[in-house]
């Protein structure tokens, strides 16, 4: 049997603990705090996401059931239902933002090689976001229609490795095209988003950065074409052209050309039309550039299924944002240990594996490897072997 760590302490170990440390004290996070710390909940609520538990009282109950090795799992005591409600309630939110932020920086370069099954040395990103219903009736706080509650979670997804680089937590109403006012991208990288995200004043904004979008029009959308390039008679693209916009209001807000390519889908037959300011890419590799938008959908669905963002511990504000931004680190954490262990188990299967031997003291390497794990025997000279034993009788 291996003596080692219990693998939920080495899932921790990637964890950055002194960044962590800075963000309790920066937000106070244990200020009158003389037990269960910042770090004690977000332990026990790491537990809760890579165990699927569905409350506050299953996490702790099953932590109860394993009280001999929270010790070692880096816990200090037994977890109390009331008290890790109100350190969802209480403790900044922010904290765990914070860390998440950490882990994407060091997520990023690790997916960095990825390949994305596309002749490109741009850096490409997806833009989206997904909304987390709620209970109106328990989330009062977030109503955003008369019947409804909920929050949203905007995602820049990383296609190289589907790691987020930027994530913002809004209420639910917050239009889509407002977060292109928040994020930062480096010149020369491409973003691909839906129609929810064409606001040509903004789009212009991207296009000054000297950042590259591929997005679709809206059947409204006002133009004249100017020239028109050639296509392949048996490809998919069926016109490839340069556009100036004619709207009353769009033309001002964008200026300078467009491309714009319609392509028929191979596999739907649907025909879409692409908006895009690259000019130098082949209108094919336009097109799927696109396709590779649905990663981010898939994210979403993943993290939605395989992480507890849906069942909420609590029903405040502060418990939701914890909860939210908890799942998250806890999805770069498996991505980290993923990368620096050299598994090539897929982040779905890790989570099954990692979630039915939190407790094992087996190392997480060894939980993906055929081959079998044994501890070099270890000599005892005070130790009586069994062939001693019987030679003596």
Known sequence: MHCGKIVLAQLMDF????HFQDCVQRYDGNKWIQSFSCWDQFLAMAFAQLTNRRSLRD????LAAHRDKLYHCGLSGTVAKSTLADANHQRNWRIYQDLAQRLIATAQPLYAGEELG???ENSVYALDSTTIDLCLSLFPWATFVPTKAGVKMHTLLDLKGS???FIQISAANVHDVNILDNIQLEPGSIVVMDRGYLDFARLYRLNQQAVFFVTRTKKNTRYRRVYSHPTLASGHVYCDQSI???GGVSSKSYPDYLRRIRY?????GKRLDFLTNNTSLPAQTIADIYKHRWKVELFFKWIKQH?????FFGNSENAVRTQIWIAISVYLLVAIAKKRLGISASLYTMLQVLSVSIFDKTPIIQLFSDSDYSMASV??????SLLELKSGQ
């Open 307 to 311: 992480l507890r963002i849906e069942t």
């Open 163 to 165: 790691i987020p680089v």
């Open 379 to 384: 000599d005892a000279p005070n130790q009586l």
């Open 264 to 268: 028929k889908s191979p596999d739907t």
């Open 118 to 120: 596309l002749d490109l």
């Open 15 to 18: 964890v950055p603990h002194s």
């Open 244 to 246: 100036r916009l004619t």
């Open 59 to 62: 996490t702790t109950a099953c």
